[in-house]
């Protein structure tokens, strides 16, 4: 708690913070009564040292807790984050035929050649949810699939997406396997939650969310223009990008029903490197 008070700085004034476990579905009924809208955005993320159960048992029954809360308090709707690996590691033949991937295609943990324990934890979080609302109608759904997240943090360093720029700015080796040339800022994915949140026709509807496409040279260019006089040479080489070959996503919902106007990503990585020299996870040689 002491942890979330300091990263929020003075906007803590205007939060009131409550504690409660995915795992306990009475912390999250109590958590949730007396709102009218529930963002439900927590989800474990470990890409080591973890079982595939140890990721989909609290991302599953944390959304099936959350929305059984939603129904005990009468909510209007609930936003919840779930992830472009929901969308992207479909079967063989529930790929799109042009490689154009939108809110209409699903990933299957049973598809050829496996999904990572992550993705798999996600895809069934959010099928779980939709099923329970299929199944309990009161309120309404709208999920977020963002791609990876960059952009300024607060709070502690060392998150994945911040190991993913220093693995180029250091041009070092990263745990992230890219799954498409698509990254989107956190302060978009933030505000595609409050606008799906605020939109009527948003509700029942998944959201790919993302700015333009970028490839990871062109990440590398980006940050060598920018952090070159600092002693940096970045370099992509060690980045497994494989998975990002040939694909394409269709944003368009999220722009034309929620409104988004991304920030582009030139500005999403530089305000994101800066952020990391302020809390030293970045530190300049030259």
């Given at each position: 708690?002491?942890?979330?008070?300091?990263?929020?700085?003075?906007?803590?004034?205007?939060?009131?913070?409550?504690?409660?476990?995915?795992?306990?579905?009475?912390?999250?009924?109590?958590?949730?009564?007396?709102?009218?809208?529930?963002?439900?955005?927590?989800?474990?993320?470990?890409?080591?040292?973890?079982?595939?159960?140890?990721?989909?048992?609290?991302?599953?029954?944390?959304?099936?807790?959350?929305?059984?809360?939603?129904?005990?308090?009468?909510?209007?709707?609930?936003?919840?984050?779930?992830?472009?690996?929901?969308?992207?590691?479909?079967?063989?033949?529930?790929?799109?035929?042009?490689?154009?991937?939108?809110?209409?295609?699903?990933?299957?943990?049973?598809?050829?050649?496996?999904?990572?324990?992550?993705?798999?934890?996600?895809?069934?979080?959010?099928?779980?949810?939709?099923?329970?609302?299929?199944?309990?109608?009161?309120?309404?759904?709208?999920?977020?699939?963002?791609?990876?997240?960059?952009?300024?943090?607060?709070?502690?360093p060392n998150v994945v997406s911040q190991?993913?720029?220093?693995?180029?700015?250091?041009?070092?080796?990263?745990?992230?396997?890219?799954?498409?040339?698509?990254?989107?800022?956190?302060?978009?994915?933030?505000?595609?939650?409050?606008?799906?949140?605020?939109?009527?026709?948003?509700?029942?509807?998944?959201?790919?969310?993302?700015?333009?496409?970028?490839?990871?040279?062109?990440?590398?260019?980006?940050?060598?223009?920018?952090?070159?006089?600092?002693?940096?040479?970045?370099?992509?080489?060690?980045?497994?990008?494989?998975?990002?070959?040939?694909?394409?996503?269709?944003?368009?919902?999220?722009?034309?029903?929620?409104?988004?106007?991304?920030?582009?990503?030139?500005?999403?990585?530089?305000?994101?490197?800066?952020?990391?020299?302020?809390?030293?996870?970045?530190?300049?040689?030259?």
């Open positions: 708690m002491a942890a979330v008070k300091s990263a929020l700085g003075s906007h803590y004034q205007d939060l009131e913070i409550v504690e409660a476990e995915l795992l306990n579905e009475d912390s999250m009924m109590k958590a949730i009564e007396g709102s009218t809208y529930v963002a439900h955005h927590a989800s474990p993320y470990y890409l080591d040292n973890k079982t595939r159960e140890e990721l989909v048992e609290p991302a599953v029954q944390g959304t099936v807790g959350t929305m059984k809360a939603c129904t005990a308090w009468g909510i209007k709707r609930c936003v919840f984050t779930s992830s472009f690996a929901c969308i992207r590691w479909t079967t063989k033949e529930g790929a799109p035929p042009d490689n154009v991937f939108d809110e209409r295609y699903w990933s299957s943990p049973d598809r050829e050649g496996g999904m990572g324990d992550y993705a798999a934890s996600k895809v069934l979080a959010e099928m779980a949810g939709w099923d329970y609302q299929k199944a309990n109608p009161g309120f309404e759904v709208v999920t977020i699939c963002p791609t990876l997240i960059l952009g300024p943090g607060i709070g502690s190991e993913f720029v220093k693995s180029i700015m250091e041009d070092t080796s990263s745990s992230i396997k890219c799954a498409s040339n698509y990254y989107v800022d956190v302060r978009d994915v933030a505000k595609a939650h409050i606008r799906a949140i605020e939109v009527p026709e948003a509700a029942n509807k998944r959201f790919m969310v993302h700015s333009e496409h970028i490839t990871v040279e062109e990440i590398r260019d980006t940050l060598a223009k920018h952090y070159g006089s600092k002693g940096f040479k970045p370099g992509c080489d060690k980045i497994d990008a494989k998975g990002a070959l040939g694909i394409k996503n269709d944003n368009s919902a999220s722009i034309n029903i929620l409104g988004m106007d991304y920030i582009p990503a030139e500005k999403t990585l530089i305000d994101m490197a800066d952020s990391m020299f302020a809390s030293d996870v970045l530190k300049a040689s030259g």
